[in-house]
Protein backbone atom coordinates (compact mmCIF):
# COMPACT_ATOMS: atom_id res chain seq x y z
CA UNK A 1 0.00 0.00 0.00
CA UNK A 2 1.19 3.66 -0.52
CA UNK A 3 2.15 5.54 2.43
CA UNK A 4 3.22 9.03 2.72
CA UNK A 5 5.34 9.77 5.53
CA UNK A 6 5.65 13.73 5.90
CA UNK A 7 5.90 14.54 2.90
CA UNK A 8 6.41 18.37 1.97
CA UNK A 9 6.93 19.62 -1.74
CA UNK A 10 6.70 23.39 -2.26
CA UNK A 11 7.22 25.11 -5.93
CA UNK A 12 9.22 28.81 -5.13
CA UNK A 13 7.62 30.08 -1.69
CA UNK A 14 4.44 27.81 -2.42
CA UNK A 15 3.93 24.50 -0.33
CA UNK A 16 1.54 22.31 -1.96
CA UNK A 17 1.96 19.38 0.35
CA UNK A 18 3.06 20.32 3.74
CA UNK A 19 4.32 17.55 6.10
CA UNK A 20 1.29 15.13 5.15
CA UNK A 21 1.23 12.05 6.49
CA UNK A 22 -1.30 9.72 4.90
CA UNK A 23 -1.90 5.99 4.36
CA UNK A 24 -3.55 4.86 1.44
CA UNK A 25 -5.02 1.65 3.08
CA UNK A 26 -8.11 0.77 1.06
CA UNK A 27 -7.49 -0.50 -2.57
CA UNK A 28 -9.96 2.49 -4.23
CA UNK A 29 -9.62 6.21 -4.16
CA UNK A 30 -10.73 9.39 -5.55
CA UNK A 31 -8.58 12.23 -4.67
CA UNK A 32 -10.76 15.67 -4.96
CA UNK A 33 -9.95 19.39 -4.64
CA UNK A 34 -9.88 22.81 -6.16
CA UNK A 35 -7.96 23.17 -10.07
CA UNK A 36 -4.61 23.86 -9.57
CA UNK A 37 -4.46 22.84 -5.62
CA UNK A 38 -1.76 19.98 -6.19
CA UNK A 39 -3.40 17.03 -7.09
CA UNK A 40 -1.07 15.93 -9.72
CA UNK A 41 1.71 16.84 -8.14
CA UNK A 42 0.94 14.02 -5.71
CA UNK A 43 0.36 11.66 -8.38
CA UNK A 44 3.99 12.59 -9.68
CA UNK A 45 5.15 12.14 -5.91
CA UNK A 46 3.66 9.10 -5.36
CA UNK A 47 5.01 7.96 -8.86
CA UNK A 48 8.66 8.97 -8.15
CA UNK A 49 8.72 11.10 -10.88
CA UNK A 50 9.74 14.38 -9.00
CA UNK A 51 11.68 15.20 -6.05
CA UNK A 52 10.40 15.67 -2.44
CA UNK A 53 11.83 18.55 -0.28
CA UNK A 54 10.93 16.03 2.67
CA UNK A 55 9.93 13.64 4.02
CA UNK A 56 9.23 10.14 2.05
CA UNK A 57 6.61 8.20 0.21
CA UNK A 58 7.13 4.34 -0.15
CA UNK A 59 4.84 1.50 -1.19
CA UNK A 60 4.70 -1.91 0.03
CA UNK A 61 7.27 -0.38 2.23
CA UNK A 62 10.05 0.38 -0.32
CA UNK A 63 10.92 3.54 -2.06
CA UNK A 64 8.78 4.86 -5.08
CA UNK A 65 12.05 6.15 -5.92
CA UNK A 66 13.58 2.37 -6.51
CA UNK A 67 13.87 1.07 -9.94
CA UNK A 68 12.27 -2.20 -8.20
CA UNK A 69 9.35 -0.36 -6.71
CA UNK A 70 8.98 1.40 -10.07
CA UNK A 71 8.11 -1.80 -11.61
CA UNK A 72 4.42 -2.11 -9.46
CA UNK A 73 3.41 1.59 -10.12
CA UNK A 74 1.72 2.57 -13.23
CA UNK A 75 0.51 6.67 -14.21
CA UNK A 76 -1.59 8.52 -16.43
CA UNK A 77 -1.19 11.77 -16.36
CA UNK A 78 -1.83 14.75 -19.09
CA UNK A 79 1.05 16.61 -17.35
CA UNK A 80 3.93 13.52 -18.42
CA UNK A 81 5.12 14.53 -21.98
CA UNK A 82 5.98 11.19 -24.00
CA UNK A 83 8.49 11.57 -26.52
CA UNK A 84 6.61 12.68 -29.21
CA UNK A 85 8.58 11.74 -31.84
CA UNK A 86 7.67 7.73 -31.47
CA UNK A 87 4.73 5.97 -33.06
CA UNK A 88 2.41 4.73 -30.23
CA UNK A 89 3.75 1.09 -31.36
CA UNK A 90 7.27 2.14 -31.18
CA UNK A 91 6.06 4.03 -27.44
CA UNK A 92 4.26 0.94 -26.14
CA UNK A 93 6.87 -1.58 -27.39
CA UNK A 94 9.97 0.11 -25.54
CA UNK A 95 7.37 0.18 -22.35
CA UNK A 96 6.82 -3.44 -22.78
CA UNK A 97 10.46 -4.56 -23.47
CA UNK A 98 11.39 -2.79 -20.25
CA UNK A 99 8.26 -4.16 -17.77
CA UNK A 100 9.28 -7.45 -19.26
CA UNK A 101 5.06 -7.68 -20.14
CA UNK A 102 3.62 -9.11 -23.43
CA UNK A 103 2.23 -6.45 -25.43
CA UNK A 104 -1.21 -5.51 -24.50
CA UNK A 105 -3.08 -6.23 -27.58
CA UNK A 106 -6.31 -6.52 -25.49
CA UNK A 107 -6.80 -3.85 -24.05
CA UNK A 108 -5.26 -1.82 -27.18
CA UNK A 109 -8.64 -3.20 -28.81
CA UNK A 110 -10.45 -2.37 -25.91
CA UNK A 111 -9.73 1.08 -25.74
CA UNK A 112 -10.39 1.07 -30.23
CA UNK A 113 -6.72 2.31 -30.61
CA UNK A 114 -5.62 -0.23 -33.04
CA UNK A 115 -5.69 2.28 -35.59
CA UNK A 116 -3.69 4.70 -33.71
CA UNK A 117 -0.73 2.47 -33.44
CA UNK A 118 1.55 3.44 -36.23
CA UNK A 119 0.45 7.18 -35.78
CA UNK A 120 3.23 9.46 -34.74
CA UNK A 121 2.39 10.57 -30.75
CA UNK A 122 2.71 14.56 -32.01
CA UNK A 123 -0.42 13.88 -34.68
CA UNK A 124 -2.19 11.96 -32.29
CA UNK A 125 -5.54 13.76 -30.84
CA UNK A 126 -6.42 14.46 -27.16
CA UNK A 127 -8.80 11.42 -26.43
CA UNK A 128 -6.13 9.44 -28.24
CA UNK A 129 -3.56 10.65 -26.25
CA UNK A 130 -5.23 10.17 -23.38
CA UNK A 131 -5.93 6.79 -24.78
CA UNK A 132 -1.59 6.32 -24.83
CA UNK A 133 -1.45 7.64 -21.34
CA UNK A 134 -4.12 5.00 -20.07
CA UNK A 135 -2.19 2.12 -22.14
CA UNK A 136 1.15 2.75 -20.98
CA UNK A 137 -0.24 2.97 -17.33
CA UNK A 138 -2.09 -0.49 -17.92
CA UNK A 139 0.07 -2.56 -19.68
CA UNK A 140 2.28 -3.92 -17.23
CA UNK A 141 -0.75 -4.76 -14.53
CA UNK A 142 1.01 -2.21 -12.06
CA UNK A 143 -0.12 -3.26 -8.18
CA UNK A 144 -1.01 0.34 -7.95
CA UNK A 145 -2.75 2.59 -10.78
CA UNK A 146 -2.05 6.06 -10.04
CA UNK A 147 -4.79 8.07 -12.87
CA UNK A 148 -5.01 11.40 -13.36
CA UNK A 149 -8.57 12.43 -14.59
CA UNK A 150 -8.88 9.37 -16.50
CA UNK A 151 -11.80 9.50 -18.29
CA UNK A 152 -11.57 13.65 -19.48
CA UNK A 153 -11.23 13.35 -23.67
CA UNK A 154 -12.17 9.99 -23.62
CA UNK A 155 -15.47 8.20 -26.02
CA UNK A 156 -18.34 7.16 -24.47
CA UNK A 157 -17.13 3.10 -25.57
CA UNK A 158 -13.92 3.25 -24.14
CA UNK A 159 -14.88 5.67 -20.81
CA UNK A 160 -17.40 2.77 -20.31
CA UNK A 161 -15.34 0.20 -20.55
CA UNK A 162 -12.33 2.20 -18.50
CA UNK A 163 -14.74 2.37 -15.39
CA UNK A 164 -15.43 -1.01 -15.43
CA UNK A 165 -12.28 -2.59 -15.90
CA UNK A 166 -10.81 0.16 -12.96
CA UNK A 167 -13.80 -1.49 -10.74
CA UNK A 168 -12.64 -4.96 -11.27
CA UNK A 169 -8.86 -4.26 -11.00
CA UNK A 170 -7.39 -6.43 -8.39
CA UNK A 171 -4.49 -3.92 -7.88
CA UNK A 172 -4.80 0.04 -5.77
CA UNK A 173 -6.40 2.04 -7.35
CA UNK A 174 -6.07 6.20 -6.89
CA UNK A 175 -7.86 8.75 -9.38
CA UNK A 176 -8.04 11.98 -9.25
CA UNK A 177 -11.21 13.41 -10.93
CA UNK A 178 -14.38 16.10 -10.90
CA UNK A 179 -16.48 13.15 -11.86
CA UNK A 180 -19.33 12.12 -10.46
CA UNK A 181 -18.87 8.82 -11.73
CA UNK A 182 -15.97 8.63 -9.12
CA UNK A 183 -16.98 11.24 -6.54
CA UNK A 184 -20.38 9.50 -5.70
CA UNK A 185 -19.33 5.70 -6.25
CA UNK A 186 -19.29 4.35 -3.37
CA UNK A 187 -15.93 1.85 -4.43
CA UNK A 188 -13.84 4.90 -3.95
CA UNK A 189 -13.08 6.23 -0.93
CA UNK A 190 -13.11 10.18 -1.70
CA UNK A 191 -10.17 12.15 0.00
CA UNK A 192 -10.23 15.98 -0.12
CA UNK A 193 -7.10 17.12 -1.05
CA UNK A 194 -7.45 20.42 1.39
CA UNK A 195 -7.48 17.36 4.24
CA UNK A 196 -4.29 16.34 3.47
CA UNK A 197 -2.57 18.99 4.30
CA UNK A 198 -2.12 19.66 8.00
CA UNK A 199 -0.59 23.58 6.97
CA UNK A 200 -2.07 24.41 3.40
CA UNK A 201 -0.98 28.54 4.47
CA UNK A 202 1.64 30.31 2.27
CA UNK A 203 5.09 29.84 3.74
CA UNK B 1 2.92 36.94 -55.76
CA UNK B 2 5.34 39.28 -53.81
CA UNK B 3 3.23 38.90 -50.66
CA UNK B 4 3.90 34.95 -50.60
CA UNK B 5 7.33 35.61 -50.98
CA UNK B 6 7.91 37.92 -48.48
CA UNK B 7 5.86 35.73 -45.95
CA UNK B 8 8.33 32.93 -46.69
CA UNK B 9 10.89 35.03 -46.39
CA UNK B 10 10.02 36.06 -42.87
CA UNK B 11 9.43 32.82 -42.02
CA UNK B 12 12.86 31.96 -43.50
CA UNK B 13 14.51 34.92 -41.31
CA UNK B 14 12.17 33.62 -38.12
CA UNK B 15 13.28 30.11 -38.40
CA UNK B 16 16.62 31.13 -38.38
CA UNK B 17 16.52 33.15 -36.03
CA UNK B 18 14.92 30.00 -33.83
CA UNK B 19 17.70 28.07 -35.00
CA UNK B 20 20.76 30.24 -33.89
CA UNK B 21 19.87 29.74 -29.65
CA UNK B 22 20.51 26.24 -29.75
CA UNK B 23 24.28 26.91 -30.80
CA UNK B 24 23.95 30.54 -29.69
CA UNK B 25 26.58 29.52 -26.77
CA UNK B 26 28.54 28.23 -29.22
CA UNK B 27 28.53 30.44 -31.29
CA UNK B 28 29.51 33.65 -28.80
CA UNK B 29 32.33 31.52 -27.39
CA UNK B 30 33.88 30.67 -31.08
CA UNK B 31 33.44 34.10 -32.41
CA UNK B 32 35.01 35.77 -29.51
CA UNK B 33 37.60 33.62 -29.72
CA UNK B 34 38.12 32.80 -33.14
CA UNK B 35 36.56 35.53 -35.21
CA UNK B 36 39.06 35.58 -37.98
CA UNK B 37 39.52 31.93 -38.53
CA UNK B 38 35.58 31.13 -38.35
CA UNK B 39 35.39 33.60 -41.53
CA UNK B 40 38.37 32.18 -42.72
CA UNK B 41 37.53 28.74 -42.30
CA UNK B 42 34.51 29.48 -44.73
CA UNK B 43 37.21 30.18 -47.36
CA UNK B 44 38.54 26.97 -47.15
CA UNK B 45 36.14 25.13 -48.95
CA UNK B 46 35.73 27.57 -51.84
CA UNK B 47 39.22 27.20 -51.96
CA UNK B 48 39.10 23.40 -52.20
CA UNK B 49 37.40 23.83 -55.68
CA UNK B 50 40.87 24.98 -57.17
CA UNK B 51 41.87 21.47 -56.47
CA UNK B 52 38.56 19.60 -58.03
CA UNK B 53 38.94 21.74 -60.67
CA UNK B 54 42.03 20.78 -62.17
CA UNK B 55 42.02 17.83 -64.18
CA UNK B 56 45.48 16.10 -63.35
CA UNK B 57 44.79 15.67 -59.55
CA UNK B 58 45.16 12.62 -58.68
CA UNK B 59 41.70 10.32 -57.95
CA UNK B 60 41.85 9.38 -54.28
CA UNK B 61 42.64 13.25 -53.89
CA UNK B 62 39.44 14.13 -56.33
CA UNK B 63 36.94 12.19 -54.42
CA UNK B 64 38.23 13.39 -50.83
CA UNK B 65 37.72 16.80 -51.71
CA UNK B 66 34.64 16.75 -53.90
CA UNK B 67 33.16 14.71 -51.42
CA UNK B 68 34.11 16.99 -48.21
CA UNK B 69 32.57 19.69 -50.04
CA UNK B 70 29.50 18.09 -50.62
CA UNK B 71 29.19 16.84 -47.06
CA UNK B 72 29.53 20.36 -45.81
CA UNK B 73 27.04 21.90 -48.44
CA UNK B 74 24.74 19.24 -47.78
CA UNK B 75 25.33 19.93 -43.92
CA UNK B 76 24.91 23.72 -44.98
CA UNK B 77 21.80 23.33 -46.46
CA UNK B 78 20.39 20.39 -44.24
CA UNK B 79 20.70 22.81 -41.23
CA UNK B 80 18.38 25.14 -42.42
CA UNK B 81 16.05 22.43 -44.13
CA UNK B 82 12.83 23.28 -41.70
CA UNK B 83 13.24 27.23 -42.40
CA UNK B 84 13.88 26.81 -46.21
CA UNK B 85 10.71 25.08 -46.60
CA UNK B 86 8.87 26.14 -43.63
CA UNK B 87 7.91 23.00 -42.61
CA UNK B 88 6.72 24.32 -39.39
CA UNK B 89 3.83 26.57 -41.19
CA UNK B 90 3.70 23.88 -44.07
CA UNK B 91 0.15 23.92 -42.99
CA UNK B 92 -0.73 27.32 -43.55
CA UNK B 93 1.85 27.57 -46.84
CA UNK B 94 -0.14 24.90 -47.83
CA UNK B 95 -3.68 26.82 -47.67
CA UNK B 96 -2.73 29.98 -49.45
CA UNK B 97 -3.60 30.19 -52.92
CA UNK B 98 -0.64 30.62 -54.28
CA UNK B 99 0.77 28.67 -57.79
CA UNK B 100 3.19 25.52 -57.74
CA UNK B 101 5.44 27.79 -59.76
CA UNK B 102 5.42 30.26 -57.23
CA UNK B 103 6.15 28.19 -54.48
CA UNK B 104 8.77 26.26 -55.97
CA UNK B 105 10.72 29.06 -57.46
CA UNK B 106 10.43 30.80 -53.67
CA UNK B 107 11.81 27.51 -52.70
CA UNK B 108 14.68 27.67 -55.58
CA UNK B 109 15.43 31.28 -54.22
CA UNK B 110 16.11 30.41 -50.16
CA UNK B 111 17.47 27.43 -51.17
CA UNK B 112 20.27 29.86 -53.11
CA UNK B 113 20.27 32.09 -50.06
CA UNK B 114 20.97 29.23 -47.86
CA UNK B 115 23.77 28.02 -49.63
CA UNK B 116 25.05 30.79 -50.86
CA UNK B 117 28.54 30.62 -51.82
CA UNK B 118 29.37 27.20 -51.63
CA UNK B 119 26.45 26.39 -53.55
CA UNK B 120 27.02 29.12 -56.34
CA UNK B 121 30.84 28.89 -56.46
CA UNK B 122 30.97 25.85 -58.84
CA UNK B 123 28.34 26.80 -61.36
CA UNK B 124 30.33 30.50 -61.16
CA UNK B 125 33.56 28.92 -62.07
CA UNK B 126 31.83 27.42 -65.21
CA UNK B 127 31.02 30.98 -66.64
CA UNK B 128 34.72 31.12 -66.51
CA UNK B 129 35.51 28.22 -69.36
CA UNK B 130 36.92 29.74 -72.30
CA UNK B 131 36.28 28.02 -75.22
CA UNK B 132 33.33 24.79 -75.92
CA UNK B 133 36.48 22.52 -76.17
CA UNK B 134 38.18 23.40 -72.93
CA UNK B 135 35.13 22.79 -71.64
CA UNK B 136 34.18 19.32 -73.21
CA UNK B 137 37.90 17.95 -72.39
CA UNK B 138 37.52 18.90 -68.69
CA UNK B 139 33.80 18.13 -68.80
CA UNK B 140 34.42 16.39 -64.88
CA UNK B 141 33.67 19.62 -63.36
CA UNK B 142 30.48 20.85 -65.39
CA UNK B 143 29.42 17.01 -63.77
CA UNK B 144 30.55 18.18 -60.84
CA UNK B 145 28.99 21.44 -60.84
CA UNK B 146 25.33 19.13 -61.39
CA UNK B 147 26.60 16.97 -58.43
CA UNK B 148 26.62 19.84 -56.41
CA UNK B 149 22.86 20.93 -58.05
CA UNK B 150 21.95 17.06 -56.50
CA UNK B 151 23.35 18.10 -52.96
CA UNK B 152 21.21 21.18 -52.68
CA UNK B 153 18.03 18.44 -54.03
CA UNK B 154 18.69 15.91 -51.37
CA UNK B 155 19.58 17.69 -48.42
CA UNK B 156 15.84 19.26 -49.08
CA UNK B 157 14.04 16.14 -50.32
CA UNK B 158 15.69 13.17 -48.70
CA UNK B 159 14.58 12.43 -45.38
CA UNK B 160 17.91 10.10 -44.06
CA UNK B 161 21.69 11.33 -44.49
CA UNK B 162 22.29 9.99 -48.18
CA UNK B 163 25.28 7.13 -46.85
CA UNK B 164 25.18 5.81 -50.40
CA UNK B 165 26.43 8.89 -52.18
CA UNK B 166 28.71 10.54 -49.51
CA UNK B 167 30.27 7.11 -47.54
CA UNK B 168 29.79 4.12 -49.92
CA UNK B 169 30.36 5.46 -53.21
CA UNK B 170 33.55 7.13 -52.53
CA UNK B 171 35.02 4.20 -50.65
CA UNK B 172 34.31 2.04 -53.07
CA UNK B 173 35.40 4.54 -55.88
CA UNK B 174 38.55 4.93 -53.74
CA UNK B 175 39.55 1.41 -53.36
CA UNK B 176 38.47 0.12 -56.61
CA UNK B 177 40.30 3.38 -58.77
CA UNK B 178 42.26 4.96 -56.71
CA UNK B 179 44.88 2.38 -56.73
CA UNK B 180 45.81 2.96 -59.99
CA UNK B 181 46.00 5.87 -60.63
CA UNK B 182 45.00 6.88 -64.50
CA UNK B 183 42.78 3.75 -65.17
CA UNK B 184 39.36 6.15 -65.10
CA UNK B 185 39.16 9.81 -66.04
CA UNK B 186 37.82 12.00 -63.45
CA UNK B 187 34.79 12.62 -66.25
CA UNK B 188 33.71 8.83 -65.43
CA UNK B 189 34.36 9.01 -61.56
CA UNK B 190 32.26 12.18 -61.55
CA UNK B 191 29.74 10.68 -64.02
CA UNK B 192 28.79 7.38 -61.20
CA UNK B 193 28.95 9.62 -58.68
CA UNK B 194 26.24 11.77 -59.82
CA UNK B 195 24.70 8.52 -61.25
CA UNK B 196 24.33 7.31 -57.56
CA UNK B 197 22.97 10.26 -56.18
CA UNK B 198 20.27 11.02 -58.79
CA UNK B 199 19.32 7.28 -57.80
CA UNK B 200 19.33 7.90 -54.47
CA UNK B 201 17.31 11.35 -54.69
CA UNK B 202 14.46 8.90 -55.76
CA UNK B 203 15.25 6.25 -53.76
CA UNK B 204 16.46 6.40 -50.57
CA UNK B 205 17.86 2.35 -50.17
CA UNK B 206 18.51 3.18 -45.98
CA UNK B 207 15.63 4.78 -45.00
CA UNK B 208 14.55 1.97 -42.66
CA UNK B 209 16.34 3.69 -40.05
CA UNK B 210 13.81 6.12 -39.69
CA UNK B 211 11.47 3.52 -40.31
CA UNK B 212 8.42 3.74 -38.40
CA UNK B 213 7.81 0.14 -38.02
CA UNK B 214 11.26 -0.04 -36.23
CA UNK B 215 10.87 -1.98 -32.97
CA UNK B 216 11.93 0.12 -29.71
CA UNK B 217 13.09 -1.89 -27.42
CA UNK B 218 16.16 -0.10 -25.84
CA UNK B 219 16.82 3.19 -24.93
CA UNK B 220 19.40 4.54 -26.99
CA UNK B 221 16.89 3.56 -30.28
CA UNK B 222 14.32 6.20 -28.70
CA UNK B 223 17.62 8.88 -28.49
CA UNK B 224 18.43 7.76 -32.01
CA UNK B 225 15.19 8.43 -33.41
CA UNK B 226 14.89 11.65 -31.71
CA UNK B 227 18.49 12.83 -32.96
CA UNK B 228 17.29 11.72 -36.15
CA UNK B 229 14.03 13.71 -36.30
CA UNK B 230 15.76 17.11 -35.38
CA UNK B 231 19.47 16.62 -36.68
CA UNK B 232 20.36 20.46 -36.72
CA UNK B 233 22.25 20.49 -33.92
CA UNK B 234 24.46 17.09 -34.09
CA UNK B 235 24.99 18.45 -37.63
CA UNK B 236 26.03 21.53 -36.75
CA UNK B 237 28.70 20.37 -34.60
CA UNK B 238 29.79 17.38 -37.62
CA UNK B 239 29.22 20.68 -40.11
CA UNK B 240 31.72 23.12 -37.82
CA UNK B 241 33.94 19.83 -36.75
CA UNK B 242 34.80 18.94 -40.38
CA UNK B 243 35.24 22.49 -41.27
CA UNK B 244 37.57 23.81 -38.94
CA UNK B 245 39.62 20.58 -39.27
CA UNK B 246 39.57 21.03 -42.64
CA UNK B 247 40.71 24.46 -42.07
CA UNK B 248 43.54 23.03 -40.47
CA UNK B 249 44.61 20.70 -42.97
CA UNK B 250 44.43 23.31 -45.98
CA UNK B 251 46.78 25.70 -43.60
CA UNK B 252 49.14 23.10 -43.18
CA UNK B 253 49.96 21.90 -45.83
CA UNK B 254 50.04 25.41 -47.49
CA UNK B 255 52.58 26.03 -44.63
CA UNK B 256 54.38 22.37 -45.14
CA UNK B 257 54.65 21.86 -41.73
CA UNK B 258 52.94 20.14 -38.79
CA UNK B 259 51.54 22.33 -36.27
CA UNK B 260 53.37 22.69 -33.30
CA UNK B 261 52.43 21.82 -29.73
CA UNK B 262 51.28 24.86 -28.68
CA UNK B 263 48.84 25.30 -31.56
CA UNK B 264 47.71 21.82 -31.08
CA UNK B 265 46.30 22.32 -27.71
CA UNK B 266 44.76 25.19 -28.53
CA UNK B 267 43.14 23.51 -31.41
CA UNK B 268 42.34 21.01 -29.43
CA UNK B 269 40.67 23.06 -27.10
CA UNK B 270 38.27 24.75 -29.26
CA UNK B 271 37.19 21.64 -31.15
CA UNK B 272 36.36 19.97 -27.89
CA UNK B 273 34.05 23.20 -26.45
CA UNK B 274 32.47 22.63 -30.21
CA UNK B 275 31.88 19.43 -29.75
CA UNK B 276 31.19 18.81 -26.04
CA UNK B 277 28.52 21.86 -26.23
CA UNK B 278 26.43 18.85 -28.10
CA UNK B 279 25.37 18.23 -24.48
CA UNK B 280 23.17 21.49 -23.97
CA UNK B 281 20.73 19.34 -26.54
CA UNK B 282 20.81 16.45 -24.33
CA UNK B 283 20.02 18.48 -21.35
CA UNK B 284 17.46 20.23 -23.36
CA UNK B 285 15.83 16.56 -23.68
CA UNK B 286 16.30 15.57 -19.95
CA UNK B 287 13.75 18.90 -19.52
CA UNK B 288 11.42 18.11 -21.70
CA UNK B 289 10.48 15.07 -21.30
CA UNK B 290 11.36 14.90 -17.50
CA UNK B 291 8.76 13.42 -15.91
CA UNK B 292 8.54 10.39 -18.73
CA UNK B 293 12.21 9.65 -18.62
CA UNK B 294 12.14 9.52 -14.64
CA UNK B 295 9.51 6.83 -14.73
CA UNK B 296 11.64 4.48 -16.55
CA UNK B 297 13.19 1.84 -15.27
CA UNK B 298 17.16 2.38 -16.49
CA UNK B 299 19.27 4.13 -14.28
CA UNK B 300 19.71 8.07 -15.22
CA UNK B 301 23.43 7.50 -15.35
CA UNK B 302 23.16 4.67 -17.89
CA UNK B 303 21.01 7.10 -19.67
CA UNK B 304 23.61 9.81 -19.53
CA UNK B 305 26.39 7.37 -20.78
CA UNK B 306 24.35 6.52 -23.73
CA UNK B 307 23.27 9.74 -24.44
CA UNK B 308 26.77 11.27 -25.01
CA UNK B 309 28.20 8.43 -27.04
CA UNK B 310 27.45 10.36 -30.38
CA UNK B 311 29.81 13.00 -29.31
CA UNK B 312 32.03 10.93 -28.08
CA UNK B 313 31.93 9.11 -31.51
CA UNK B 314 32.59 12.49 -33.56
CA UNK B 315 35.16 12.70 -30.51
CA UNK B 316 36.68 9.68 -31.54
CA UNK B 317 36.58 10.22 -35.76
CA UNK B 318 38.26 13.22 -34.83
CA UNK B 319 41.09 11.69 -33.24
CA UNK B 320 41.79 9.38 -35.64
CA UNK B 321 41.67 12.19 -38.43
CA UNK B 322 43.78 14.31 -36.21
CA UNK B 323 46.60 11.76 -35.84
CA UNK B 324 46.79 10.18 -39.54
CA UNK B 325 45.59 13.10 -41.68
CA UNK B 326 47.19 15.85 -39.35
CA UNK B 327 50.15 14.20 -37.73
CA UNK B 328 48.95 15.87 -34.09
CA UNK B 329 51.46 13.89 -31.13
CA UNK B 330 49.33 11.05 -29.85
CA UNK B 331 49.98 12.56 -26.37
CA UNK B 332 48.29 15.71 -27.34
CA UNK B 333 45.06 13.60 -29.24
CA UNK B 334 44.33 11.71 -25.92
CA UNK B 335 43.52 15.25 -24.49
CA UNK B 336 40.39 15.50 -27.04
CA UNK B 337 38.49 12.67 -25.61
CA UNK B 338 39.30 13.84 -21.96
CA UNK B 339 38.77 17.78 -22.95
CA UNK B 340 34.88 16.96 -24.44
CA UNK B 341 33.94 14.99 -21.23
CA UNK B 342 35.38 18.32 -19.16
CA UNK B 343 32.93 20.35 -20.98
CA UNK B 344 29.85 17.69 -21.36
CA UNK B 345 30.30 17.33 -17.44
CA UNK B 346 30.95 21.23 -17.22
CA UNK B 347 27.37 21.78 -19.74
CA UNK B 348 25.48 19.72 -17.17
CA UNK B 349 26.88 21.30 -13.81
CA UNK B 350 27.15 24.72 -14.77
CA UNK B 351 25.26 25.39 -17.90
CA UNK B 352 26.03 29.01 -19.86
CA UNK B 353 29.45 28.88 -18.06
CA UNK B 354 30.84 25.69 -19.05
CA UNK B 355 33.84 27.04 -20.94
CA UNK B 356 35.61 28.06 -18.12
CA UNK B 357 37.08 25.11 -17.11
CA UNK B 358 38.12 23.17 -20.22
CA UNK B 359 39.60 26.61 -20.71
CA UNK B 360 41.59 26.53 -17.64
CA UNK B 361 42.45 23.50 -18.15
CA UNK B 362 43.96 23.81 -21.32
CA UNK B 363 45.73 27.39 -20.24
CA UNK B 364 47.43 24.77 -17.63
CA UNK B 365 48.52 22.69 -20.30
CA UNK B 366 49.62 25.66 -22.71
CA UNK B 367 51.37 27.28 -19.62
CA UNK B 368 53.45 23.49 -19.00
CA UNK B 369 54.34 22.56 -22.66
Known sequence: MLVLNNVSKFYQKNAVLNDVTYHFDCLKYCIVGPNGIGKTTLLMLAAGLEDLNCGDIVFNDESVYLTETKRHLGISSDKIKLPDFLTAQQLLDFHCSQHNCPFPIILIDRLGFRAQLATQISALSLGSLKKISLLLALAHEPKCLLLDEPTTGLDNNSREWLLDFLHQYQGQVIVTSHETIFTENTHYKLVEFEQLNKFSETI | MYKYSLVRGKIYYHELKQLLPSVANLLAFL???????????????????????????????????????????????????????????????????????????????????????????????LMFTPSLSTFINQLHFPIFAISILMVALISLKNKTFPWLSFVFTPLVLVFVFGVEDGSVSPMSINSIWLFIMVVETYYE???????????????????????????????????????????????????????????????????????????????????????YLNGLLNRAGLR?????????????????????????????????????????????????????????????????Q
Open chain 2, 31 to 125: LSILYLAISASILTALISLSVIADIDTSIEQRIIYQVGYSVLLYFLIRIQKSAILGLNYKHYLASLPAPKRLKHTNTVILTVVAGNLPLLAPLFL
Open chain 2, 205 to 291: PLSFITDKSLRIKLYWQIRWIAIIRKPASILTRIFLSGLFIGMAAYVQNKMGQVANDYLQVLFIWVLSILIGSYQFDNEKFYLQYQY
Open chain 2, 304 to 368: YCLDISPVICITLISCIVLYLWLHFTLNLIVLLPLEVLVTIICVSKFHRNFFIIPSLLSGFLLYT
